[in-house]
């Protein structure tokens, strides 16, 4: 498997922690489509599961996020199955980190309530997802508050916990920069009682290119390469993709660099000398893209081959995912809450008349 550039030395936050100690670090995925891709995997899930074993992790599926887009009753309890059953077959393993639900720990719907109190309308008006909407044409009395809100929910999802790094893709930077502007309003006010986390995002992968060579992999874009589909979705997929649009025949010499079938034979295929001779191959126009793209498909297949057998093992066994989403549950909930009553006392919802 490839080197992630992200290391397990790089998790730093603003809390000092001594080095002895294991660093606690949180991620979230929101179940908003029906399977992972590789941006998702090489971008932030691969990351995660590198860094479960020398931290404190804590990761979750975000089901409540998924709202704002997903509210047909069938579709959103697939999805959530799906991310959930991805997860686990990709290597996440529930003894070495706490898995769980959003939904679970009812904790972070009332932390969201609170820290509404600590952004302004304005701020919530520049972040991206909602600016993109607007941008893309769609005017406010079709976007719903829960896309607005989006943020907040996540920032509880985060403060909760008091981690110091939060690995994800380029494109939540944002999300965990209002996080850290939050807590640092609450903290103003009340005392150091958030910690401020620190963005965990990979140079080489934050943001895999999608098989269109422009913009960045997502679902919603159509231009990804999945993980579980059927083998010919995946020959499709891969062989749709974009290469050197200056290149005609396969005897005209090539370029590699910013091709983005090369950028996906360097993030999956584990045969680091058949990716050389390719390259230079393709340089000199003496390979064509059919057979760089079916060496790919090839790579992909040898690459995620193990996972797709562990998922349709998971699959299999509903009782097993059950048992670890409870235990993940229990033990998300004994930290939370216990952030949430501190920072309920802080303000003074818990007091005399009600402390126990
Ligand atoms: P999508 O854009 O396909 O809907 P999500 O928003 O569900 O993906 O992202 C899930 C996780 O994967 C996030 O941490 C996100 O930053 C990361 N991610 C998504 N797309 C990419 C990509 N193309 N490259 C790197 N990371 C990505
Ligand atoms: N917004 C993230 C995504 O779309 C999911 C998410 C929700 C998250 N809460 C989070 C990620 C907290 C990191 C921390 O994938």
Redesign the pocket.
């Known amino acids: 498997m490839v080197e992630q550039g992200l290391h397990k030395a790089e998790v730093t936050g603003s809390t000092p922690v001594p080095a002895t100690m294991k660093k606690r670090i949180l991620?979230g995925?929101?179940p908003?489509?029906s399977a992972l891709?590789i941006?998702?995997y090489?971008?932030?899930v691969k990351p995660q599961i590198d860094l479960q074993y020398d931290n404190e992790a804590f990761y979750f599926v975000a089901d409540l996020h998924a709202l704002t887009t997903v509210q047909e009753r069938g579709v959103l309890e697939n999805n959530i199955k799906n991310v959930i059953l991805d997860y686990l077959a990709l290597g996440l393993d529930p003894e070495k980190c706490v898995f769980f639900r959003q939904s679970d720990v009812p904790a972070h719907s009332q932390m969201m309530v609170v820290l509404g109190n600590y952004v302004t309308f304005a701020h919530m008006q520049r972040m991206h997802a909602f600016k993109d909407k607007l941008q893309k044409g769609a005017v406010t009395d079709t976007i719903n508050m829960g896309l607005f809100n989006y943020p907040i929910l996540m920032a509880a999802d985060i403060l909760l916990y008091k981690p110091v790094a939060i690995p994800?893709?380029?494109?939540?930077r944002q999300h965990v920069e209002i996080t850290r502007d939050m807590a640092e309003s609450f903290n103003k006010k009340y005392g150091d009682i958030l910690v401020l986390p620190e963005p965990m995002i990979s140079k080489e992968?934050?943001?895999?290119v999608g098989t269109d060579g422009e913009r960045?992999?997502?679902?919603?874009l159509g231009n990804v390469i999945g993980i579980f589909e059927d083998e010919e979705v995946i020959h499709k997929q891969i062989m749709s993709c974009f290469t050197d649009p200056n290149r005609i025949k396969a005897t005209d010499p090539g370029r590699v660099d910013g091709n983005p079938i090369f950028i996906f034979h360097d993030l999956l295929n584990d045969d680091k000398a058949e990716v050389s001779e390719l390259k230079e191959r393709y340089v000199k126009g003496t390979v064509g893209d059919v057979e760089v793209k079916e060496r790919l498909f090839a790579a992909h297949k040898r690459t995620f081959k193990d996972a797709r057998e562990r998922r349709n093992t998971l699959k299999a066994d509903e009782e097993m995912t059950r048992r670890i989403l409870r235990k993940g549950a229990e033990e998300a909930a004994t930290v939370a809450n216990q952030t949430l009553r501190e920072v309920y006392e802080t303000i003074g919802i818990i007091n005399s008349l009600n402390k126990k």
């Open positions: 991620s995925i929101t908003s489509g891709h941006g998702n090489f971008g932030a994800v893709g380029e494109d939540q992968t934050g943001r895999v960045k992999m997502s679902k919603s």
